[in-house]
């Protein structure tokens, strides 16, 4: 399957061909932040079979109308096997995972037992330290 993407800017394009271990990508409201984050972790889910992923907001509520949607509108559906929004996990049909977590009451411990690939942290200026 072919997933074909334009840019918005030059800002987008660059976040989404990094390499480097840590990436971040901050802006204005609506310059597609969440949109290439959520593109570049919906590659990494079909290039790699079994591949664990968390997308996480502080709060579940905006995590669920925001961050989630965009995902979803962006990932066609018979990519998805399952989706459960009650326990916060889409599985796709090539076995990778994404968690969907919010993080105002999130323990270390939790965290360590999913043994994620890759995490995207959306608005994380929201979140506590």
Not at 52 to 77: G, S, V
């Amino acid at each position: 399957m072919q997933l074909d993407i334009s840019f918005a800017n030059p800002q987008q394009r660059a976040l989404y061909y990094a390499t480097s271990r840590n990436q971040c990508f901050s802006g204005g409201f609506n310059n597609g932040k969440t949109f290439v984050g959520c593109f570049k972790a919906l590659t990494l889910l079909l290039t790699y079979p079994n591949y664990r992923f968390i997308i996480a907001r502080e709060k579940y509520t905006d995590l669920r109308r925001t961050t989630m949607q965009t995902f979803l509108k962006m990932c066609p559906t018979e990519l998805i096997s399952s989706h459960n929004e009650q326990e916060g996990l889409t599985q796709l049909v090539n076995g990778s995972l994404i968690y969907w977590m919010h993080l105002d009451n999130v323990d270390e411990n939790s965290l360590r037992g999913i043994e994620p690939n890759s995490i995207l942290v959306d608005q994380a200026e929201e979140t506590q330290e």
